[in-house]
Nanobody
Protein backbone atom coordinates (compact mmCIF):
# COMPACT_ATOMS: atom_id res chain seq x y z
CA UNK A 1 0.00 0.00 0.00
CA UNK A 2 1.41 3.35 -1.05
CA UNK A 3 1.78 5.90 1.71
CA UNK A 4 2.91 9.50 1.34
CA UNK A 5 3.72 11.55 4.42
CA UNK A 6 4.50 15.25 4.15
CA UNK A 7 6.41 17.30 6.69
CA UNK A 8 8.28 20.57 6.96
CA UNK A 9 5.49 23.11 6.80
CA UNK A 10 5.25 26.03 9.17
CA UNK A 11 5.13 29.77 9.59
CA UNK A 12 7.78 31.88 7.89
CA UNK A 13 8.22 35.54 7.06
CA UNK A 14 8.05 36.77 3.50
CA UNK A 15 11.42 36.32 1.82
CA UNK A 16 12.23 33.30 3.94
CA UNK A 17 12.69 29.65 3.07
CA UNK A 18 11.19 26.29 3.93
CA UNK A 19 11.90 22.75 2.80
CA UNK A 20 9.03 20.32 2.54
CA UNK A 21 9.56 16.58 2.58
CA UNK A 22 7.39 13.78 1.24
CA UNK A 23 8.35 10.35 2.54
CA UNK A 24 7.05 7.64 0.23
CA UNK A 25 6.62 3.98 1.11
CA UNK A 26 4.88 0.85 -0.05
CA UNK A 27 6.62 0.12 -3.33
CA UNK A 28 9.40 1.13 -5.64
CA UNK A 29 8.77 4.55 -7.15
CA UNK A 30 11.23 4.26 -10.01
CA UNK A 31 8.37 4.34 -12.54
CA UNK A 32 6.43 7.09 -10.84
CA UNK A 33 6.15 10.82 -11.05
CA UNK A 34 5.93 12.69 -7.78
CA UNK A 35 4.37 16.11 -7.58
CA UNK A 36 3.51 18.89 -5.18
CA UNK A 37 0.17 20.64 -5.29
CA UNK A 38 -1.12 23.38 -3.04
CA UNK A 39 -4.52 24.62 -2.03
CA UNK A 40 -5.33 27.93 -0.39
CA UNK A 41 -8.69 28.57 1.32
CA UNK A 42 -11.45 29.09 -1.23
CA UNK A 43 -9.22 28.21 -4.15
CA UNK A 44 -8.75 25.15 -6.31
CA UNK A 45 -5.84 22.82 -5.82
CA UNK A 46 -3.02 23.93 -8.09
CA UNK A 47 0.11 22.32 -9.44
CA UNK A 48 3.39 23.54 -7.98
CA UNK A 49 6.17 21.21 -9.14
CA UNK A 50 6.74 17.66 -10.27
CA UNK A 51 9.59 15.24 -10.82
CA UNK A 52 10.04 12.03 -12.73
CA UNK A 53 11.65 9.62 -10.32
CA UNK A 54 13.71 7.74 -12.91
CA UNK A 55 15.72 10.65 -14.31
CA UNK A 56 14.80 13.56 -12.04
CA UNK A 57 13.30 15.49 -14.93
CA UNK A 58 11.25 18.27 -13.37
CA UNK A 59 8.50 20.72 -14.17
CA UNK A 60 7.36 23.87 -12.37
CA UNK A 61 4.42 26.19 -12.29
CA UNK A 62 5.31 29.63 -13.63
CA UNK A 63 4.45 31.19 -10.29
CA UNK A 64 7.26 29.32 -8.49
CA UNK A 65 9.86 28.96 -11.24
CA UNK A 66 13.23 30.23 -10.04
CA UNK A 67 12.17 30.16 -6.39
CA UNK A 68 11.23 26.52 -5.73
CA UNK A 69 13.26 23.40 -6.42
CA UNK A 70 11.98 19.85 -6.40
CA UNK A 71 14.35 16.94 -5.84
CA UNK A 72 14.35 13.36 -4.67
CA UNK A 73 16.56 11.14 -2.56
CA UNK A 74 16.44 7.60 -3.89
CA UNK A 75 17.99 6.07 -0.78
CA UNK A 76 15.44 7.70 1.52
CA UNK A 77 12.48 7.36 -0.87
CA UNK A 78 11.79 11.01 -0.22
CA UNK A 79 10.87 13.95 -2.41
CA UNK A 80 11.72 17.47 -1.34
CA UNK A 81 10.42 20.90 -2.21
CA UNK A 82 12.89 23.65 -1.38
CA UNK A 83 11.01 26.93 -1.26
CA UNK A 84 12.97 30.18 -1.29
CA UNK A 85 11.94 33.83 -1.49
CA UNK A 86 8.54 32.94 -0.13
CA UNK A 87 5.63 35.30 -0.67
CA UNK A 88 2.35 35.69 1.16
CA UNK A 89 0.57 34.21 -1.85
CA UNK A 90 2.50 30.96 -1.36
CA UNK A 91 0.49 30.33 1.81
CA UNK A 92 -1.51 27.13 1.39
CA UNK A 93 -1.75 23.50 2.35
CA UNK A 94 0.86 21.66 0.33
CA UNK A 95 0.15 18.13 -0.82
CA UNK A 96 2.40 15.46 -2.20
CA UNK A 97 0.96 13.13 -4.84
CA UNK A 98 2.15 10.20 -6.94
CA UNK A 99 1.19 8.49 -10.17
CA UNK A 100 2.55 5.54 -12.13
CA UNK A 101 3.58 7.50 -15.20
CA UNK A 102 6.46 9.08 -17.07
CA UNK A 103 4.68 12.40 -17.50
CA UNK A 104 4.19 15.11 -14.90
CA UNK A 105 0.55 16.15 -15.27
CA UNK A 106 -0.73 19.37 -13.76
CA UNK A 107 -4.26 18.07 -13.18
CA UNK A 108 -4.86 16.81 -9.64
CA UNK A 109 -7.52 14.26 -10.58
CA UNK A 110 -5.09 12.00 -12.43
CA UNK A 111 -3.03 11.28 -9.34
CA UNK A 112 -3.70 8.07 -7.50
CA UNK A 113 -1.97 8.63 -4.21
CA UNK A 114 -1.98 11.63 -1.90
CA UNK A 115 -0.48 12.66 1.39
CA UNK A 116 -2.38 14.37 4.15
CA UNK A 117 -0.92 17.82 3.47
CA UNK A 118 1.25 20.24 5.39
CA UNK A 119 0.39 23.87 6.10
CA UNK A 120 2.67 26.65 4.89
CA UNK A 121 1.93 30.16 6.11
CA UNK A 122 3.95 33.12 4.89
CA UNK A 123 3.51 36.35 6.83
CA UNK A 124 3.98 39.71 5.16
Amino acid sequence: QVQLVESGGGLVQAGGSLRLSCAASGRSFSSYVMVWFRQAPGKEREFVAGIRWSDESSRYADSVKGRFTISRDNAKNTVYLQMNSLKAEDSAVYYCAARLSTVVHVTPKVYDYWGQGTQVTVSK
